[in-house]
């Protein structure tokens, strides 16, 4: 009898136990303990939706398995390539910015890509009828609803600070008073019509009286941006924004279908947490 019941007390613990790390466990497939972590460093949320963001990309993925649905490495390059393009930027001045600016080293932002670029393709094998494209009255409620999207000054006055490593500028930031050496600084006005949108967006992000992120500069050296002054602001005419309105939609209703889909999967799929860091 004794030999039954401590029998029984050790296949109680074993299946309380984490096994081998694992939190999560999603149709089989784990999700362990390090990911939640990692999860939590990098999106800054708590263990729940941690959880949640992992179990819905575990979905993903074994949905995409089902589906036979892949993506290469050679996609993830030309993405990449794509996007540093789109930021005036070579491929490593654009991994060093990813890694100033969201902590996201190589491996993670390839990642990121390729869950973004399987998402893509989920949705066009899951989407069972095109979508209809946003009408005029559609991105004109949409541009009413969101016009400081739309609206940027004519100029900004910043102060541009440049030093060769990221390290330094961020020392900087977090101490704005504090005498940090290696640093050269500029005072400009930047007009908003000589710069890329992708610098535009940046500095509209970036309040006054606050530092931007840390940049690559394109010169083997970083800059970071403080924000004295933003002058005349400008909107932009409803018809010269209606195509980035109706990416900006037609994005969103991407997501919605995606998003009812996988939480009815999640619904009905086998999902057993183990144990949360």
Do not use: C, W
């Not at 869950?115 to 409620?141: F, H, V, W």
């Not at 500029?186 to 019509?193: L, R």
């Amino acid at each position: 009898m004794r030999s039954l019941i401590l029998s029984s007390l050790l296949f109680t613990f074993a299946l309380s136990a984490p096994i081998g790390g694992v939190a999560i466990l999603v149709k089989n497939s784990p999700i362990t303990l390090y990911e939640v972590t990692q999860e939590m460093k990098q999106s800054g949320t708590d263990t729940t939706k941690s959880a949640d963001a992992l179990i819905r990309k575990k979905l993903e993925q074994l949905e995409a398995q089902e589906k036979k649905i892949i993506v290469t490495s050679l996609e993830v390059k030309e993405e990449m390539q794509r996007m540093a393009k789109q930021n005036n930027l070579t491929v490593e001045q654009f991994l060093n910015a990813m890694k100033s600016a969201r902590n996201l080293g190589e491996s993670d932002l390839k990642a990121k890509i390729e869950e973004s670029l399987r998402g893509q393709k989920l949705y066009n094998s899951i989407a069972m009828s095109k979508m209809a494209q946003p009408t005029p009255t559609e991105e004109a409620d949409y541009y009413q609803l969101h016009l400081d999207e739309f609206s940027h000054p004519d100029s900004y006055d910043v102060t541009m600070y440049v030093a060769n490593s990221a390290e330094t500028l961020q020392a900087k930031i977090e101490d704005p008073m504090r005498n940090v050496p290696n640093i050269s600084t500029k005072d400009e006005k930047i007009p908003a019509k000589n710069i890329n949108p992708q610098l535009a967006q940046i500095l509209n992000k970036i309040e006054v009286g606050n530092f931007g992120p840390v940049l690559p500069n394109g010169k083997d050296s970083f800059m970071t941006f403080y924000m004295k002054d933003k002058q005349n602001l400008v909107t932009e005419p409803l018809d010269t924004v209606r195509p980035q309105i109706a990416n900006i939609i037609m994005g969103e209703k991407r997501n919605q279908v995606l998003n009812d889909y996988f939480t009815r999967l999640r619904l009905s799929a086998d999902i057993k947490v183990i144990r949360l860091p």
